[in-house]
């Protein structure tokens, strides 16, 4: 059985996206700086970037992901492999060129289901947002955090972590990558604790 | 001129205490995991706490702090050098043993200024609380930030950074030291942005 991994670029005051999001600017306001250590990647990012994918045989988004970047991924997505994009509204699955198809379905959970029934015994990258990943802790269903901190303080955006999303939750430091620009932090959840 | 270094033990998802703080309980509920790197510290992690006061000659903190860790402190702090805490009602200083004296100011840039004075060459250090940190951040007061980083999602607590602080601030990263359990991320504060 694959590990269930989300992935995230986070700034180091915890925002994944900059304010003021829209389909012109996917990222919100200064939010590409969060991601700036993939284009082009140097040095150990390189291989940070590349080990996304290398062991998934499927991806869960959530839909407002999808709409933002449906089209700057193009007719040839990255991914290569079956997404499985969380939605309220179900539709036919949408086959791109190089092997990357949509599909659509409703509830984080089943989408997360659907997503480990197409990769086998291969890994199930969950590549945000924020609200999907927050649910999929909360429901005590992601076994590895990839936070990739990128040095500098938003003030503002979406908080990949938001307050309150649940009990207390141990992790595991599982390795520290000190890359340029970015410092790459991978935990184990190793479990839920309702808090005292 | 030294260094104005802000140090704060910070869970994964941002909060430097956990909720329902008391004097009973300073640190709030599982907030003791946080702190827990220094209790005692375990290999490299024991360089990175003496290195806490080694280059500084001064430190600040708010005035909540100071009224919940004055007991726990005791009569020989483990600062053994002035102690500028900020209050919005000053009273004579406190001298303590070991070299430790409580300066009361006013606001916490004439704290960090008599902070300044007093450390003459050598680096102050702002303890915290988050508050505390925050307006020095925000007044472009912060050389350096030293994060460390505890393995755990608090879900609830005291954010060591608020939203909307202020503009967006660039950071630089100067060292990742991979601890055992903890991660100590060292920030050059390299200049702060008006959000375009």
Redesign the interface.
Known sequence: MGKVIAEQSMS???FSTG?NISVGDPLG??GE?LHEWMFPPQGINFMVRDEMFSTAGAVVMGRRMFDLGLEPWGDDPPFHMPVFVVTRRPRDPLAMQGGTTYHFVTGVEPALEAAKAAAQRKDVTILGGANTIQQL?KAGLIDE?R?H?A???????T???E???????????AR?I?GP???H?T?RVTRSIR??
């Open positions: 180091l005051d915890g304010p306001e200064n700086l802790i955090l936070i901190v040095p500098v303080l938003l003030g503002a955006g908080r990949l972590f307050a309150a999303t649940g009990p207390r939750i141990d992790l595991e430091i520290v000190d620009g970015v410092t932090l935990f808090s005292s």
